[in-house]
């Protein structure tokens, strides 16, 4: 890239501290690349903050423009946070951008989840900000469920045909199980 700019450490922008605190109450997304879908800054129950620093892995030209996805992605991971359940995903969304990242940028998110606690199906409401300049807004669908999506089961009160076309059908399991899920909870 033609342009340089000082990156900014995660350190830099949260006390040490506090960073291993909220990686030990941290539940969701255990594996997640913080180098692309940012840290979590601030954590508490439906609520949480989270920074992305913006890189040059993000660009999609030479003049440093950040792709939106890895807002997106930033976005998703704060609101997975702000619900903080060992087995939740995303089901959908509406979000609007209303101003381009460049690289050496710094995204501050603030997500809001709402609904009771012990809800299967949550909406979580988030924003994000470059200095004071609003850039992003959404509202995510996220559900949570007992055990890891891809290892649910089926509720079994369907025919003995289903079941064996299910037996057969492995590979379509996972989109099956998923509706399932969706429609234990109402989606």
């Not at 692309?36 to 660009?59: C, P, V, W």
């Not at 509720?155 to 998923?178: G, H, I, R, V």
């Amino acid at each position: 890239m033609a342009r340089t700019v000082s990156a900014v450490t995660i350190e830099e922008l949260i006390d040490p501290e506090e960073l291993n605190r909220i990686k030990s109450e941290l539940i969701t997304c255990p594996g997640i690349n913080n180098a692309l879908a940012g840290s979590i800054s601030h954590i508490e129950k439906n609520f949480a903050k989270g920074i992305l620093i913006t890189t040059h892995d993000m660009a999609v030209d030479e003049l440093g423009l950040v792709h939106s996805g890895f807002v997106f992605n930033a976005a998703n991971y704060i609101a997975q946070a702000a619900i903080n359940k060992e087995f939740s995903v995303l089901i959908g969304s509406r979000s609007f951008f209303y101003a381009p990242l460049k690289v050496g940028d710094v995204l501050n998110l603030e997500a809001s989840a709402l609904f009771s606690d012990d809800s299967r199906k949550r909406e979580v409401k988030v924003v994000g900000f470059v200095n004071d300049i609003k850039i992003f807004d959404a509202s995510f669908q996220v559900i949570t469920t007992d055990d890891h999506i891809f290892k649910l089961k089926q509720s079994q009160s369907t025919s003995s045909s289903s079941q064996n076309q299910q037996e057969t059908s492995k590979q379509d399991a996972a989109p099956e199980e998923l509706n399932a899920v969706l429609k234990g909870i109402g989606g």
